[in-house]
């Protein structure tokens, strides 16, 4: 007999993690875990510093995007997770939210029930904050949220050089105010990684309604009558959901995976040899990233954790964290940056910064031999659409990823705009003592021409893809706002791809948001 579950989770990441340990707090449910990825043991997974090595291709599905159309055809390397805790594992730990403007957004579009102050319980539910309390954090949440536990001189140097430009200095950006220049809180408890697997799935594995299956590759949704039944494994087997499929896959995953099921635009799936379950258009549309673009300075000194990739100073970078839990091991890499404006008038922020302590940290971004310090920027308005679409009906087959950035002028505009300010922060007064000279862009970028033409070489994803099965209150949107996917039963979706507007921030507190919110209306809809 297949094996049969009342709840099938499809992806163990930051959302899928939340659902299942919810779920599964009632021993009278069955609930089953397929991570298509591996485990979390090694060190990396658990060293905050570990996220060097993540956008390089650890534990990572390894895909790319296609050449992008207005970005003189540049591919972009797209990092997604293939482990348990999905991108809570591998990224750079920041805590953020976004504005309570986004959420008030999504509520305005139709989305009953996503205003601010409907998600905000949820948020302070899952957290463990070590500092902040009151409204806006929570304390006795499983997520591990901490202060760096290793930051560096060059941060507060950072803070006066926004200063003297008018940002001011905040010290809590998911709080009242997002505006200034902040340490990030991180997802960080005792000095470590705390993913959503390491909180959320961990603990509670000893459940024995709790199954986590590893390396578990999903071929297809099974659809019979106009429901999801479960599903069909690559090896051919299939596993059977007696209540319902939860899909949490993330943004490219899930729309990938409901494709392959033959869920999806039908002119596309006929293409590709696949048999049409239900046309749903918009199924891996409304692809939504922030372009993330950095300007590169070679520090004076030992201003950096630059140095310590040297093989000798990485030794005594460990020993040291294994002695006092502080130091170059102990850092997220970016635990430094803030919001501000490219539009003046903007009702809130519509520019994110992340302060690298050191260079060459992500995947095709330039490292400074004598050591450097690198700010990056973002856009977090994008007006710009894209796709993800299958390249065959194989499921091995990397999918054809479109984040189609710079479609829309104003994201080019802003993003320059970001850049430019990133340049004048560096040139501060408050930095000089520090910084010897700027590499990127460099002297001879001077016009708007010439700032595109350098964003075309030297720019990357922030990782906060968005969108690809939007919630909305329509027929037309993929999934109601209650989660349940339009046209099919039993099927529902929960992770970054059901925002209908990507939020103005990163986006891995506000997926775990989003797990903990559906938890609670599958257990109230199932009556469980």
């Given at each position: 007999?297949?094996e049969?579950?009342?709840?099938?989770?499809?992806?163990g990441?930051?959302?899928?993690?939340?659902?299942?340990?919810?779920?599964?707090?009632?021993?009278?449910?069955?609930?089953?875990?397929?991570?298509?990825?591996?485990?979390?043991r090694?060190?990396f997974?658990?060293?905050?510093?570990?996220?060097a090595?993540?956008?390089?291709?650890?534990?990572s599905?390894?895909?790319?995007?296609?050449?992008?159309?207005?970005?003189?055809?540049?591919?972009?390397t797209?990092?997604?997770?293939?482990?348990?805790?999905?991108?809570?594992a591998?990224?750079?730990?920041?805590?953020?939210?976004?504005?309570?403007?986004?959420y008030?957004?999504?509520r305005q579009?139709?989305?009953d029930g996503?205003?601010y102050e409907?998600?905000?319980?949820?948020?302070?539910?899952?957290?463990?904050n070590?500092?902040f309390?009151?409204r806006?954090h929570?304390?006795?949440?499983?997520l591990?949220?901490?202060?760096?536990?290793?930051?560096l001189?060059?941060?507060?140097?950072?803070?006066e050089?926004?200063?003297?430009?008018?940002?001011?200095?905040?010290?809590?950006?998911?709080?009242?105010?997002?505006?200034?220049?902040?340490?990030?809180?991180?997802?960080?408890?005792?000095?470590?990684r705390?993913s959503?697997?390491m909180?959320f799935?961990?603990?509670?594995?000893?459940?024995?309604?709790?199954?986590?299956?590893l390396r578990?590759?999903v071929r297809?949704i099974?659809?019979?009558?106009g429901?999801?039944?479960?599903?069909?494994?690559?090896?051919?087997t299939?596993?059977?959901?007696?209540r319902?499929v939860?899909?949490?896959?993330?943004?490219?995953?899930?729309?990938?995976?409901?494709?392959?099921?033959g869920i999806?635009?039908?002119?596309?799936?006929?293409?590709?040899?696949?048999?049409?379950v239900?046309?749903q258009?918009?199924v891996?549309?409304?692809?939504?990233d922030?372009?993330d673009?950095?300007?590169i300075?070679?520090?004076?000194?030992?201003?950096?954790?630059?140095?310590?990739?040297?093989?000798?100073?990485?030794v005594?970078a460990?020993?040291?964290?294994?002695?006092?839990?502080?130091?170059p091991?102990?850092?997220?890499?970016?635990?430094?940056?803030?919001f501000?404006?490219?539009?003046p008038?903007?009702r809130?922020?519509?520019?994110?910064?992340h302060?690298?302590?050191?260079?060459?940290?992500e995947?095709?971004v330039?490292?400074?031999?004598?050591?450097?310090?690198?700010?990056?920027?973002?856009?977090l308005?994008?007006?710009?659409?894209?796709?993800?679409?299958?390249?065959?009906?194989d499921?091995?087959?990397?999918?054809?990823?479109?984040?189609?950035?710079?479609?829309?002028p104003l994201?080019?505009?802003?993003?320059?705009?970001?850049?430019k300010?990133?340049?004048?922060?560096?040139?501060?007064q408050a930095?000089?003592?520090?910084?010897?000279?700027?590499?990127?862009p460099?002297?001879?970028?001077?016009?708007?021409?010439?700032?595109f033409?350098?964003?075309?070489?030297?720019?990357?994803?922030?990782h906060?893809?968005?969108?690809?099965?939007?919630?909305g209150?329509?027929?037309?949107?993929?999934?109601?706002?209650r989660?349940?996917?339009?046209?099919?039963?039993?099927?529902?979706v929960?992770?970054?791809?059901?925002?209908?507007?990507?939020?103005?921030s990163?986006?891995?507190?506000?997926?775990?948001m989003?797990g903990?919110k559906a938890?609670?209306?599958?257990?109230?809809?199932?009556?469980?």
């Open positions: 007999m297949a049969a579950y009342d709840f099938i989770i499809i992806g990441g930051s959302a899928g993690s939340v659902i299942a340990a919810r779920l599964s707090e009632n021993p009278d449910v069955t609930v089953c875990v397929l991570e298509a990825g591996r485990s979390d090694h060190p997974f658990h060293l905050p510093a570990g996220f090595k993540m956008t390089k291709g650890i534990a599905w390894g895909w790319s995007t296609v050449p992008q159309v207005h970005m003189q055809g540049k591919v972009f797209y990092t997604q997770a293939k482990v348990i805790g999905g991108g809570s591998i990224n750079a730990q920041i805590y953020t939210r976004g504005h309570p403007l986004d008030d957004e999504w579009l139709g989305c996503w205003s409907d998600v905000l319980p949820y948020f302070r539910k899952s957290e463990g070590d500092s309390g009151g806006y929570g304390q006795d949440g499983p591990g949220v901490s202060k760096p536990a290793a930051p001189p060059i941060c507060e140097a950072y803070f050089a926004a200063k003297a430009l008018g940002i001011p200095f905040n010290d809590d950006v998911t709080g009242a105010v997002q505006e200034g220049a902040a340490y990030y809180q991180l997802t960080q408890k005792n000095a470590r705390s959503a697997a909180a799935l961990h603990p509670n594995r000893h459940r024995v309604n709790l199954n986590v299956k578990a590759h297809r099974v659809v019979d009558g429901r999801a039944v479960g599903v069909e494994m690559l090896d051919g299939r596993i059977t959901a007696r319902e939860i899909l949490t896959s993330g943004a490219i995953g899930s729309p990938r995976l409901l494709q392959l099921s999806g635009p039908a002119d596309h799936l006929r293409e590709l040899g696949i048999d049409v239900l046309d258009p918009q891996g549309s409304n692809l939504q922030h372009l673009l950095y300007c300075a070679e520090v004076s000194g030992p201003h950096t954790y630059d140095r310590f990739a040297k093989p000798h100073l990485s005594l460990g020993l040291q964290y294994l002695l006092t839990k502080t130091g091991v102990a850092s997220s890499l970016f635990e430094t940056g803030g501000w404006y490219a539009d008038a903007a809130s922020p519509d520019l994110q910064f302060l690298g302590l050191g260079t060459g940290i995947a095709g330039v490292a400074m031999p004598e050591g450097g310090v690198t700010l990056n920027s973002c856009y308005r994008p007006r710009s659409r894209g796709t993800v679409r299958l390249a065959s009906a499921p091995a087959r990397a999918p054809l990823i479109d984040p189609n950035y710079c479609a829309d994201d080019r505009e802003m993003s320059i705009r970001g850049l300010l990133t340049q004048k922060i560096l040139s501060q930095l000089s003592q520090m910084l010897k000279v700027e590499h990127l460099g002297e001879g970028v001077r016009n708007d021409e010439d700032y033409n350098f964003i075309c070489q030297h720019s990357k994803t922030s906060h893809c968005a969108g690809t099965c939007a919630m209150p329509g027929d037309s949107a993929v999934v109601t706002p989660l349940t996917f339009n046209g099919i039963d039993g099927l529902r929960a992770d970054a791809s059901i925002m209908p507007r990507v939020v103005s990163n986006t891995n507190a506000p997926t775990i989003i903990e938890a609670d209306m599958i257990r109230e809809d199932q009556g469980i």
